[in-house]
């Protein structure tokens, strides 16, 4: 028996712990951030599945049954290969979920107009991995996406509350508004924009939702988990969370405070270097 693992390239998969935790309290969880090679938007497939794999594996040998990609990229371009691939011979016994079909599963009922927005890294949008989920679940809606690829640093950095980073976002929604002004529904397809949500909601027309993952992606844990005796009876009940970063301990604990509602004390991983 073990934690659920969640895992993320950097910060962002903290705002789903933080939703996991506010779902489900009675569980364990071991959270582990790959912030030394963090951002993942940009990096080519193959590299995100080598990266995710080793974060994956990781989690398994530290005894965790059960992993969450809390990283859109991650569930965009490593998530089917480890399943179908992978863990039919390095664990199959054991399950790694991800973030986009949960979402992809109720964005379609939402939207009052059939058109929704994803907001996203450029991994992701080149990954059309919403387009193919929606066009599966709820072929009728419309989907437009938009890769903001400044979100990311301007969070991470503490710069989107300023001007400058304020207009980087305007510009970005502005955007993906054109491609579409029938968009009724964003989603938000990062962990790191709910950080965002508030001022997302301050600028765009009233009658827009904007939508987190973190509440969706812990209610589906919450089904799948009741669906799932088998592996939910493999994961520890003692409220307890444990951090690991690839990064400088001191750096990620202070940068998690942004994320996460609760003082982090993470632990350092190596998780390995084979790409550069």
Known sequence: ???????????GGLTI?????????????LYLGDNARAPYGTRSFDVVY???????????????????????????KALRTIQQKDLPTLAPNKRVLGVIRPSAEVIGSITKTGHVGVLATEGTVRSNSYFLELQKLSPETIIEQHACPMWVPLIENDRHTSEAGKMFIKEDLDQLLDKDPQIDTILLGCTHYPILKEFIESYVPKNIHVVSQGAIVAESLADYLMRHPEIERNCTKNSNVDFLTSENVEIFNRKATQFFDSPVHASHVNLGLKFK
């Open 1 to 11: 028996m073990g934690p659920i693992g969640v895992f993320d390239s950097g910060y």
């Open 50 to 76: 080598e990266f995710t794999y080793e974060a994956v594996r990781e989690l398994f040998d530290r005894g965790c049954h059960l992993v969450i990609l809390a990283c859109n990229t991650a569930s965009a």
């Open 17 to 29: 712990l933080q939703d996991l935790r506010n779902k489900l309290p009675e569980y364990d969880y």
